[in-house]
């Protein structure tokens, strides 16, 4: 199965497998979230075990 371009775009696996994507929440209505907030969502964030099984279909490789 190819890889999903879109899905290739915003996750990342780890050298250890696990999957990084961007944190929910955080590209617009800014004003009204505290500094504290946004800062912690400039980071990026492990993916909820719920949705890793449909991850790991979207980027292919077999793993």
Known sequence: M???SGAKKRFKRTASGKLRGRR????HILEKKSPK???K???P???????RPR???LLGGGR
């Open 24 to 27: 929910a929440y955080s590209s």
């Open 45 to 51: 964030v492990e993916i909820k075990k719920a949705d």
């Open 37 to 39: 907030r946004k800062r």
């Open 55 to 57: 991850v790991r279909k």
């Open 2 to 4: 190819k890889t999903h």
């Open 41 to 43: 969502m400039a980071r």
